[in-house]
């Protein structure tokens, strides 16, 4: 068995950080890496099941086929909807582009403890692991959106330029992702209770998010208004929302989503590199 | 006195492959405390204790050396390993190496749910190399770690056996500047002991070194220029294999 020589020598620290350049090179010449999981990940994931890979289908569907029950028909949370198109569009894109940062972020907090193997056997950028998490969630996330123009068709909402824009939404959104999981994933490194309180976070965000409701119509405190648009989800849900159905969406939303991306992306990436060589002890 | 005062700089740095200088790892362990009042008067809140593992560690390996550890159970040989592989935060000291380092160690499992050709994929994908060069490869490597049908089922239906001879051949596909090897010969067959002794000395031949930590002394003698003793996280012997091997086997501990 022959080998291919790793690199050109030179005798350096073992235990220096390494500077941001190589280490975003090392990243990059990695990326494939990143592919390979999802593909794989994505087909171990239902390989058990009778239905295979449609649960990435089944899954989505059924979901917005419970939520419409609760809220649509039982609750009717639909004030403000009407006119503007339909509530189960309205509940598909919200439930949506919750879902796909919630699932994202939950397998990027784990990335660094569930891959304890890799970590003790090969050296490599450790953000490597929150990116394929990252990466995985969106490609496992993609079937969803096309339900959301399908059901937007379903529900005769009329075609707009607009529908083209939404994958450019949730490129944003994956980049906000990345970053909440290397910050997720830093957490869960230093402390492992961050897995149980997660959903938690979750819980409170997608009551705090107008996923099931319009959140003007029902929102009537100032102050309460405010903490629901400054929370980073809304303004994901709000742009998808705009894209798919044409509902007006609040201007500090939008600025709100740029700064939490913003930070979320360089501040996330930066926290996580600095403890490195924390991860290989978990 | 620390190994940087041992050697000159100018003359001897530009053939070693490994320094280790001083080198101190404290590591906090959590311990199980017996859920007693009188323990929790004597201890507090206080869950962990401190394990001094390594207690100022000097040695250097010259390019082209093969250095064999011995040492009893919680010596401290696999802290040392780690310490050089840059995956053990050190408490105090350096250490330098020369190029990059690949630790091999005991059955570490990839992914278990995927099958032997992912994590093979996995693992070099993951050291960098490119997809196409690593299937290029893997004819040879499945041969290698003699897996042939096995190697599309989940690795968690791999025997013990199996998945090191799986975890050895991934992290032998690249040749590593300096090769730490962890007890990773201590499982499998007589046959696959000999092919992967086999590979370890090629490999040295054109790695910069390779460290080897076994409780095999015959190991050792086969494939080991040189042998240290480590005991209590400190060197107790440093030189020719057969002087520290026998006073290591003379000694009591």
Redesign the interface.
Same mark, same amino acid.
């Given at each position: 068995m022959s080998a291919s020589r790793v690199t050109d020598p030179a005798l350096v620290d073992a235990h220096a950080n390494s500077q941001l350049g190589p280490y975003l090179r090392g990243l990059w010449k990695r990326r494939s890496y990143g592919w390979y999981v999802a593909e794989s990940d994505l087909r171990q994931r239902q390989i058990t099941t009778i239905f295979g890979s449609l649960w990435h289908l089944l899954n989505p569907v059924l979901s917005i086929a419970v939520y419409f029950l609760v809220f649509g028909l039982i609750l009717k949370t639909d004030r403000g909807v009407d006119g503007k198109g339909s509530f189960l569009l309205f509940l598909t894109v919200g439930l949506f582009v919750f879902q796909y940062t919630q699932r994202a972020v939950t397998q990027g907090a784990i990335s660094i403890v569930a891959n304890r193997g890799l970590i003790q056997a090969i050296r490599f950028p450790r953000a490597l692991l929150p990116l394929s998490a990252t990466l995985t969630e969106t490609f496992a996330a993609l079937p969803t959106f096309v339900v959301v123009y399908v059901v937007a068709l379903a529900t005769g909402t009329a075609p707009t330029w607009s529908w083209l824009v939404l994958p450019l939404i949730v490129t944003w959104q994956m980049l906000f992702n990345f970053g909440a999981s290397m910050i997720a994933a830093r957490m869960t490194t230093h402390f492992r209770d961050m897995q149980q309180l997660l959903p938690f976070v979750f819980r409170l965000l997608i009551y705090g998010s107008g996923v099931f409701f319009a959140i003007e119509n029902y929102v009537s405190d100032q102050w309460m208004k405010v903490v629901y648009i400054v929370n980073p989800m809304y303004g994901f849900i709000g742009m998808a929302r705009w894209a798919a159905m044409g509902m007006a969406m609040p201007a500090e939303a939008l600025i709100a989503s740029v700064v939490w991306t913003t930070v979320a992306l360089v501040g996330g990436f930066f926290w996580f590199k600095a403890a490195e060589h924390a991860y290989d002890r978990v | 006195m620390t190994a940087s005062e041992q050697i000159d700089p100018a003359v001897e740095?530009a053939q070693?492959s490994v320094?280790v200088d001083d080198v101190h790892v404290n590591f906090r362990v959590y311990r199980d405390n017996e859920a007693s009042l009188r323990e929790f008067v004597r201890r507090g809140m206080r869950r962990t204790v401190d394990v001094h593992a390594l207690r100022g560690v000097s040695l250097s390996v010259g390019v082209g050396e093969s250095v064999g550890i011995v040492g009893s159970n919680g010596s401290g040989k696999s802290t040392l390993l780690?310490?050089? =592989?840059?995956?053990?935060?050190?408490s105090s000291g #350096?250490?330098?190496?020369?190029?990059?380092?690949?630790?091999?160690?005991v059955g570490?499992?990839?992914?278990p749910?995927?099958s032997g050709r992912?994590n093979i994929?996995?693992?070099g994908?993951?050291?960098?190399?490119?997809?196409a060069?690593i299937e290029a #490869?893997l004819p040879?490597?499945v041969e290698?770690a003699g897996l042939q049908e096995s190697i599309n089922l989940?690795l968690n239906t791999y025997s013990v056996g199996m998945r090191s001879r799986l =975890?050895f051949?991934?992290?032998?596909? #690249?040749?590593?500047?300096v090769l730490l090897v962890d007890e990773a010969l201590a499982v499998g067959d007589q046959a696959f002991r000999e092919r992967s002794l086999a #590979?370890l000395r090629s490999?040295r031949d054109?790695a910069?070194a390779v460290v080897l930590v076994t409780h095999n002394l015959v190991e050792i003698r086969q494939s080991c220029s040189r042998a240290i003793w480590l005991e209590q996280g400190e060197i107790r012997a440093d030189g020719a294999v057969e002087d520290v091997l026998s006073e290591y086997s003379t000694t009591p501990t």
């Open positions: - | 740095l070693l320094l780690r310490a050089i =592989a840059g995956v053990q935060p050190l #350096r250490v330098l190496v020369r190029g990059e380092a690949h630790l091999l160690g570490a499992a990839l992914k749910l995927l992912r994929l996995l693992g994908l993951a050291m960098g190399m490119q997809r060069e #490869r040879e490597v290698f989940p =975890a051949a991934i992290a032998t596909l #690249r040749v590593a500047d #590979r490999l054109e910069g």
